[in-house]
């Protein structure tokens, strides 16, 4: 079933120390514009979404209601309920929408993460090869004193 593999997801984020739990860490990794993707439970009260659509209101960060209970994102992650979370990863964002039984109704949403992740992926790259310095080795002109 498809909504397992999305809950393993978050447990994996949560593992990895990719996602953010709760209102107030969420609230924080939005003003910071850590955030990549909010949750929020099927079942959280109207002022918990009504919140979290204002973290990333303006800010090109995504908000998503998940058709899981705070009972299911809680046990996902090791606690008894989770009304909010929030995605560090754009890749593990990305994953997590994927595995969602609605791939149309969350295509701009996972091309949007797409983008990030691949440039996420091209900096990385990038700075390995600064790393491993120049092509042809040790630069050889320089005068020994």
């Not at 397992?4 to 209102?23: C, H, P, Q, T």
């Not at 560090?88 to 990030?116: S, T």
């Not at 992926?121 to 990038?126: A, I, L, Y």
Request: hydrophobic residues 40%; contains cysteine.
């Amino acid at each position: 079933m498809t909504t397992d593999k999305a809950l393993r997801y978050v447990s994996l984020a949560r593992k990895a120390n990719l996602v953010e739990l709760g209102e107030e860490p969420v609230g924080t990794a939005t003003r910071m514009h850590r955030a990549r993707l909010v949750i929020v439970a099927a079942d959280a009260s109207a002022h918990t979404w009504h919140r979290a659509q204002g973290f990333v209101a303006g800010t090109g960060q995504h908000c998503i209601q998940v058709p899981f209970s705070k009972e299911q994102l809680g046990a996902a992650v090791g606690r008894s309920s989770l009304a909010l979370a929030a995605f560090a990863d754009p890749a593990l964002a990305l994953a997590f929408v994927k595995a969602l039984d609605a791939p149309q109704q969350y295509e701009a949403i996972a091309a949007d993460l797409a983008m990030r992740s691949n440039r996420v992926k091209q900096r990385r790259q990038e700075k390995k090869a600064r790393r491993k310095g120049p092509a042809n080795g040790p630069r050889t002109d320089r005068k020994k004193s």
